[in-house]
């Protein structure tokens, strides 16, 4: 069965950068986009941007553009989402999630919460 | 890309019919059919339960519908069930090759 499975908490200080990763399992990466979404406490979902594996081809929200990569090992059927410059607002749990096509999120991991706190 | 505009909170009744709306421009909601919209429950993943405006996951109950007109995108839960109450929230594909998702409508059954 499709599960994708996400790296564990993080805590982080202001200006540091976390790096999330997404193991997938019971499908081929590079066959789908991948996307990762967060969610601030209590907040709407924000998407972040999306990679194809199969290319590398990746597409950032402008709301993270300077801030975000998306990569992928397709060997290691993992994703990853790297944010730089964190800050008190980018407190939030982030998701990955598998586009079955035309831009519908079938799977999701299971979230990772990103705490940023001096 | 500013967020789709859904209401804050709607409510109904068991066994009543409730409708939330996702507004958004031409250049998302209204020029793609690329509207879905998701469940979440407290502390939970969020689920797919329609996608490209009206069409249902295998799965997901026929109670659940969506529909769209202009720029207005809408999800309509008929026969209210204690289980449907989460909050919702539509998305779309932009005219900048993006996702845009709604600010999210809490859903009570009274």
């Known amino acids: 069965q499709v599960q994708l499975v996400q790296s564990g908490a993080e805590v982080k200080k202001p200006g540091a950068s976390v790096k999330v990763s997404c193991k997938t399992s019971g499908y081929t990466l590079s066959a789908y986009a991948l996307h990762w979404v967060r969610q601030a406490p209590g907040q709407r979902l924000e998407w972040m941007g999306w990679i194809n594996a199969g290319n590398g081809n990746t597409k950032y929200s402008q709301n993270f553009q300077d801030r975000v990569t998306i990569t992928s090992d397709t060997s290691a059927s993992t994703a990853y989402m790297d944010l730089s410059s964190l800050r008190s607002e980018d407190t939030a749990v982030y998701y990955c999630?598998?586009?079955?096509?035309?831009?519908?999120?079938?799977?999701w991991g299971q979230g990772t919460l990103v705490t940023v706190s001096s | 890309q500013s967020a789709l505009t859904q209401p804050a909170s709607v409510s109904g009744s068991p066994g009543q019919s409730i409708t939330i709306s996702c507004t958004g421009t031409s250049s998302d909601v209204g020029g793609y059919n690329h509207v879905s919209w998701y469940q979440q429950h407290p502390g939970k993943v969020p689920k797919v339960m329609i996608y490209?405006?009206?069409n249902r996951p295998s799965g997901v109950s026929t109670r659940f519908s969506g529909s769209k007109s202009g720029n207005t995108a809408s999800l309509t839960i008929s026969g209210l069930q204690a289980e449907d109450e989460a909050d919702y929230s539509c998305?779309?594909?932009?005219?900048?090759?993006?996702?845009?998702f709604g600010g999210g409508t809490k859903l009570t059954v009274l």
């Open positions: 490209d405006v009206s």
């Open positions: 998305s779309s594909y932009t005219s900048s090759s993006t996702l845009v």
């Open positions: 999630a598998r586009d079955v096509g035309q831009w519908v999120l079938d799977y």
